[in-house]
């Protein structure tokens, strides 16, 4: 269903909305991401909280990505040009389990460190390779990457920290994600090369942590700034290493991203201090914001992943109400 735009003051050059709707009795859903063909992945929640993974295609019908055998629960995190999907599974109160749905019909539990008994699937590249991390009894995390014979291997965290996670990878096999010397304490933002070593990205003039979460094929890098009042930016780093801060519009403190392309378009979300307030953004390269439209009444929006071909991904609804996942397809885009 298309949706009527409305868009602030600040917002330019937006397209309409479409609705892609829940599962069959379900009450919110969300999009994840969103691959070339157009696939889009996210989650549907049913008036009891239950998360269901599901696929949308490029027609906007519906389907829901089987769980493991016994779980309750599930939440896919990324999705690659040949349709697998990589995220968790699991069932309360047990930990969540790493996973790989291939083309929707199959779902295999990703391979686990001995003594880190949970683990959750981040991202994967088209070569089939899966990032994520692994996480033991007394909650120390630890990044990981699975290759595509299913082995999996250890990624060392920055000298002297013992935390780490993998959150995103490209075709080229660079991973990002960061490095801690304790849970949420000392963060930084991190870049493994193929051969897995991490290389710490920095933090910005006034921040006290950073995360990188999204590497594209062109090597840039999109992440978190945080800053000494515990409020967070979305920022990007270019190739050669170096991070600028994306801007913000007024009214709204905090910004984080959603999806980095090939070509460099860059899209997330902005939140109001409070967190009462959110709204899908598209940034230039320079770090200006643009608002992404949605309906008159829907003050908490996001983008999630954005295609090749501009078509963006995300979710949109009323605050304190129920969101959707919804897609926007930008002038000029394609699939």
Do not use: C
Not at 149 to 159: E, H, S
Not at 180 to 190: D, P
Request: hydrophobic fraction near 40%.
């Amino acid at each position: 269903m298309t949706l009527v735009n409305s868009v602030p003051s600040w917002a330019a050059g937006a397209t309409a909305m479409i609705d892609l709707g829940t599962l069959p009795g379900d009450v919110l859903s969300a999009a994840q991401g969103i691959n070339n063909d157009g696939t889009v992945i996210g989650a549907s929640e049913s008036a009891s909280g239950a998360l269901h993974a599901v696929r949308w295609n490029s027609r906007g019908a519906i389907l829901e990505l089987p769980t493991v055998p016994g779980d309750t629960s599930s939440l896919p995190n990324a999705i690659n040009d040949a349709g697998t999907i990589v995220g968790q599974s699991g069932a309360v109160p047990t930990s969540p389990a790493a996973v790989r749905w291939d083309h929707g019909t199959a779902v295999t539990k990703l391979a686990v460190i001995p003594g880190f008994p949970a683990s959750v699937a981040f991202g994967i590249n088209n070569r089939g390779v899966i990032v994520g991390f692994a996480v033991n009894s007394a909650n120390q995390a630890v990044a990981v990457r699975w290759n595509p014979d299913g082995k999996v291997a250890l990624l060392p965290p920055l000298p002297g920290d013992t935390f780490s996670q993998a959150l995103g990878i490209n075709d080229d096999g660079s991973i990002v994600g960061d490095s801690a010397s304790a849970l949420g304490v000392g963060v930084h933002a991190v870049r493994w090369g193929r051969d897995g070593s991490p290389v710490d990205l920095g933090v910005l003039p006034g921040d006290i942590d950073s995360e990188a979460l999204l590497i594209n094929n062109r090597g840039t890098v999109m992440g978190i700034g945080v800053t000494t009042n515990t409020q967070f930016s979305a920022v990007r780093w270019n190739r050669d290493g170096a991070m600028i801060r994306l801007q913000t519009p007024p009214g709204y403190a905090n910004g984080e991203p959603g999806g980095l392309n090939n070509r460099g378009a860059m899209v997330g979300v902005v939140l109001s201090g409070d967190r009462q307030k959110a709204a899908a953004v598209s940034w230039n390269p320079t770090g200006s914001v643009t608002a992404i439209a949605v309906p008159a009444g829907d003050d908490y929006s996001g983008a999630s992943g954005i295609n090749d071909h501009g078509t963006i991904a995300g979710f949109a609804g009323p605050s304190g109400g129920t969101t959707h996942a919804v897609e926007w397809r930008m002038p000029g885009s394609g699939t």
